[in-house]
């Protein structure tokens, strides 16, 4: 106190106003702190979060789905309001959503979804928008999603579930499709091999039965034992599937496929069943909103000539595309 004492006596009005002078400053120092929240300190390479963001929604409506969608008399605004019924059946562990143009039930403790359900008919088809890669974290989840930096490095594709050639029809639709609650890890060879033929062949289906309803996703029953994630732990699953009706078809054609994560060189038809088989399998009740009766017959019909399958693509998948 000394040395101060006799500095303040010495220095007089100068002292005082250096005081001020550092007080301001550190006010004003504070509220650029306060009202740009410190981004400013931050270079371009840190602007990934590490943790996972509060939930909010960007640029499009989202709203979460009913536990019972069919008890609901209002729409939600989207073209999901017709679909909802052919949903699977919700439980516990899953947060459903609704999109524009699909749903999703999102499982937080494997940081991806569990199912996505989705129409596919000419309208979403149409080519009217190209694909614009856009992955980004899902931000209207209560939980969050994975981040795309999370596949970084992992040696797994962040694989489409709903596949954004599914929704050329427009592009806010497309857009959808790269959000990261979309995306499930897969091996390269399987999402550019048997997985893509089959997401060929489904909407050449489409276009011939006018409409279908599909439901995918990954057996989270099977995972494996390391996860991957640089932000996030995200589950592998050995295996994939796809359950597919045609709703406006003479008679019931409906069909399901189980696929293991890894290249193939199989016919599809290897990996084709029932949707009974599909639900055995992955412990998922598909279609569990619609009359008994009509969901047996579904559930139970595998009639491989309903389905055309194309020995050239079939060829193209094991000589190319599992080779690249």
Known sequence: MA?????????????????????????????????????????????TPTEKPKSETKGYEIKTLPSNPSNQADGYGNDMDEFRDYLPKFNKNIQ???????????????????????????????????????????????????HPDDYRGSGFSRGHLIAAADRTGSAEWMNETFLMSNMSPQEYNMNGGIWRELEELIRSWAKYHKKLYVITGPDLTDVRRDKIGKYNEISVPNNYYKVIWAPN??????????????????????????????????????????????????????DISDWRFYDDKFKKRVDVWNNY
Request: aromatic share 10%.
């Open 96 to 146: 459903p959503l609704a999109r524009n143009s699909f749903a999703i039930g999102y499982s937080e403790e494997h940081e991806q979804a569990a199912w996505v359900a989705y129409e596919l008919s000419e309208k979403y088809l149409a080519r009217k928008t190209k694909r614009k890669d856009a992955f980004r974290q899902d931000k209207s989840l209560k939980t969050g999603s994975a």
């Open 3 to 47: 040395k101060f004492r006799r500095n303040h006596s010495s220095g007089g009005r100068n002292s005082s106003g250096s005081i001020i002078k550092s007080i301001l400053g550190m006010i004003l120092v504070a509220g650029v702190l306060y009202f740009t929240d410190g981004s400013f300190l931050q270079g371009e390479d840190e602007k």
């Open 249 to 302: 078809a003479k008679g019931i054609k409906a069909i399901g496929f189980y696929i293991p994560n890894k290249k193939s060189t199989k016919p599809l038809t290897d990996y084709a069943m029932t949707i009974d088989e599909v639900e055995s399998r992955t412990g998922l009740d598909f279609f569990a909103l619609i009359s008994d009766d009509l969901e047996e017959k579904i559930e139970k019909d595998k």
